[in-house]
């Protein structure tokens, strides 16, 4: 408090406040003390929450409840990590919120000996080819036609694991049927196609609001 006092005091008024720590309850308690009394923009972070696994739970942890609260402005995750993978944290908590929506947000299930495909092999390969993809979607993977078409319903794309083909769901509707060992070219075609649809939407919108392509 007394150094906001001191910058008050300079008349500087575009700051934050930040009192990051690496210890999850004294950041909870921390943030959670002085939103209580004062105003002004919080920047949240754990401080040197350590390596990629560990510091990512303490950071979801911390950050997520502090969030919930309504507390925070900005934030920073700060990993032992490549920083890249510090920004993918971070949308990830803010995504898990649904305070921002940016990218896919897979539903996949832990896999067990009902599985009808690998779905931790075919899960990490499309992380990795779809980690550009902006537009937000809900994509389900499931492997199993017992818990898939629960979720499938509720997806923007969903896919029930049988063999040997799988059942596709768009918009909560059945659609059709994919080759189980081709998935995840087949879902990536999909989730492509979908981004391509949405861009279109959004380039129609941006000429309605120019209201030169109204014809
Ligand atoms: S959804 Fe099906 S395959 Fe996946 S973990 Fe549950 S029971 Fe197993």
């Known amino acids: ?15 934050k406040v930040s009192v990051k720590a690496s210890n999850v ?9 002085l939103s209580q009394q004062i105003d002004n923009p919080l920047h949240l972070g754990v401080t040197e929450a350590g390596v990629y696994r560990t510091g990512t739970v303490k950071s979801a942890i911390a950050l997520g409840g502090l969030l919930l609260d309504g507390i925070g402005d900005t934030m920073r995750i700060s990993l032992a990590s490549p920083p890249e993978e510090e920004i993918k944290i971070g949308f990830d908590i803010l995504k898990s919120l649904n305070i921002r ?10 896999s067990c000996s009902r599985q009808e495909f690998d779905v931790i092999k075919v899960m990490n390969e499309l992380e990795v080819r779809l980690e550009d993809v902006r537009v937000p979607m809900d994509v389900s993977v499931i492997g199993c036609k017992v818990n898939g078409p629960g ?5 923007d794309i969903g896919v029930v694991g049988a063999s040997p083909n799988s059942l596709v769901y ?5 659609s059709h049927l994919i ?31 120019d209201g030169t392509a109204l014809v």
């Open 25 to 33: 309850f004294l950041t909870l308690d921390a943030y959670r003390l």
């Open 151 to 155: 979720e499938a319903k509720e997806a």
């Open 170 to 174: 768009k918009n909560g509707d059945k």
């Open 1 to 15: 408090m007394r150094d906001i006092d001191v910058v008050e005091r300079l008349t500087l008024d575009q700051y």
């Open 179 to 209: 080759d189980t060992t081709t998935l995840v070219d087949s879902i990536e075609t999909m989730v492509r196609e979908r981004v391509a649809n949405e861009q279109a939407r959004r380039d129609k919108e941006i000429v309605r609001v």
């Open 101 to 110: 929506a940016n990218g896919i947000n897979f539903i996949a299930c832990p």
